[in-house]
């Protein structure tokens, strides 16, 4: 009786468990390396035996300047940001978020993936001359509003880090309306960003020359994204299944500089670590 009642018991628990091939999308990373991502925002690769959780851990502010100088060293010079489920952790548009209800009543640390280090990130990329971008698909005004709101104009000498023309939606790029994706995913964004005249530094708009697709750092949340760019030259893109955080940061900090020197040894085994720069022969790795 007992075991008849232990049998139903694995049964009933086993038929609730949906078959891994059905929930499991494979990625093949830096080094050839499997990554799995798990639609309830979960991934891990061959490698580990635990997916990354939401409640991440937390990087100290001197351990975020250090991998920003890293990428720096290794050549990064633009990193660019999906919004909705990368520097947020909501999605605005599908919640239908106005400009009006950012200002007034939404809480940023409530919709922020991590506010303090997102924060820290900009202003430190900003101070090592590294451009920062948004490429989104949603609203550019509530987008505006978010970043306006934490970064107050009065805290970065009127002006701040983001504004219209290191913001990009759709609408920019022969949609309708923001709101729309587009065929060309974040391609066509990454490109016009790369050879944009003007780019931000330290607040304040300066020349600046065409960048390389290796040169750009990408984070987006949309694996579809990621794949579009890869295909498109932008090896340095990474997913973030759980948003932008300190460990993606630290995960592409690492994979670049990795990739950096795997290209830098010469045919005799040697490798030269001062100061490496990425190639466009290499393949971006995922979270």
């Known amino acids: 009786m007992y ?3 232990i049998y139903i018991f694995i049964y009933i628990d086993l038929s609730k468990r949906r078959p891994l091939s059905k929930t499991v999308t494979r990625v093949r990373g ?4 499997i990554y799995y991502e798990y639609k309830g925002n979960k991934f891990q690769d061959s490698k580990c035996s635990k997916p990354y959780h939401h409640h991440h851990q937390q990087h100290t502010a001197e351990e975020t300047t250090i991998l920003l100088e890293s990428l720096k060293n290794a050549g990064i010079k633009l990193l660019v940001f999906d919004f909705d489920r990368t520097i947020l952790k909501i999605h605005t548009f599908k919640k239908r978020i106005t400009p009006l209800q950012v200002l007034e009543e939404r809480k940023l640390e409530d919709d922020f993936t991590d506010l303090k280090h997102f924060k820290h990130v900009i202003r430190e990329a900003l101070r090592l001359e590294i451009r920062v971008a948004v490429a989104t698909f949603g609203i550019y005004e509530v987008v505006q509003a978010y970043l306006t709101k934490a970064f107050p104009l009065e805290e970065n000498g009127g002006n701040g880090p983001f504004t219209r023309e290191n913001i990009l939606t759709p609408s920019g790029f022969g949609a309708p309306s923001d709101g729309h994706s587009l065929d060309s995913r974040k391609s066509a964004m990454l490109e016009h960003l790369c050879t944009s005249s003007t780019a931000h530094h330290e607040q304040k708009n300066v020349l600046s020359s065409s960048l390389l697709q290796s040169e750009v750092l990408f984070f987006d949340d949309d694996l579809r994204n990621i794949e579009h760019a890869i295909a498109h030259g932008y090896v340095h893109s990474f997913v973030t299944p759980t948003g932008f955080h300190g460990q993606a940061l630290e995960h592409a900090c690492v994979a670049i500089e990795h990739g950096s020197q795997r290209q830098n040894t010469s045919s005799s085994g040697s490798k030269k670590y ?6 466009n022969q290499e393949t971006a790795s995922t979270l």
């Open 30 to 33: 830096l080094n050839n390396e």
């Open 3 to 5: 075991m008849f009642v």
């Open 274 to 279: 001062s100061n490496p720069k990425p190639t």
